[in-house]
Antibody
């Protein structure tokens, strides 16, 4: 059974960088699939952030692209998200998920982690 | 405002049927597979339907998906035999070729009366 778990600071200061890690168990992320990040502001809907292929190629939401970096750490079976120059609008629950690629489907999700941006 | 349009809420009595619509265009639903996700209160989203109408292992056949509309630019999620445990938010999602982005609907809250 594939399991994912997000980790990282729950509070980030405005204008700084948000960094999250997703630890995967039950599957070796370097073996296949895409791995992605989705966020959900409090009381709102889902927003896709970005995705990385097991080969290391990435693609991200055009509205966030200039601020987003998704990377793989295959030795640790983890992948990470960096979002720069955060503002209050980046306050959200951040989810990592296994992605079948290009909108196909997100079939396994982490439980999510709330990140608040403070001024 | 979401790229995919969903009704904010639907409701029905236990045992009844509800249909949730997801409206898009030729760049998204009209040209790509649609997935549906169920988000129970306080929980992460869960894949319910993929490739328009397929169910992952463990999803009961009370949940079904389809595409509709003359140009296939809309999708529907049907829930039959509604149960109290079905109270949740439901999201449709697909790839948008024009935006080059995975897009979601705004979500529909299902209430069991």
């Amino acid at each position: 059974q594939v399991q994912l778990q997000e980790s990282g600071p729950g509070l980030v200061k405005s204008s700084e960088t948000l960094s999250l890690t997703c630890s995967v168990s039950g599957y070796s992320i370097g073996s296949g699939y895409y791995w992605g990040w989705v966020r959900q502001p409090p009381g709102q809907g889902l927003e896709w952030i970005g995705t990385i292929h097991h080969s290391g190629s990435t693609y991200s939401n055009p509205s966030l692209k200039s601020r987003v970096t998704v990377s793989l750490e295959t030795a640790k079976n983890q992948f990470s998200l960096r979002l720069t120059s955060v503002t209050a609008a980046d306050t959200a629950v951040y989810y990592c998920a296994r992605d079948l690629g290009y909108g196909d489907r997100l079939d396994y999700w982490g439980r999510g982690t709330l990140v608040s941006v403070s001024s | 405002q979401s790229v995919l349009a969903q009704p904010p809420s639907v409701s029905a009595a236990p045992g009844q049927r509800v249909t949730i619509s997801c409206s898009g265009n030729s760049f998204n639903i009209g040209n790509n597979y649609v997935s549906w996700y169920q988000q129970l209160p306080g929980a992460a989203p869960k894949l319910l339907i993929y490739d328009n109408n397929k169910r992952p292992s463990g999803i009961p056949d009370r949940f079904s998906g389809s595409k509709s509309g003359a140009s296939g630019t809309s999708a529907n999620l049907d829930i039959t035999g509604l149960q109290p445990g079905d109270e949740a938010d439901y999201y449709c999602g697909t790839w948008d070729d024009s935006l080059t982005s995975l897009v979601f609907g705004g979500g529909t809250k299902v209430t069991v009366l």
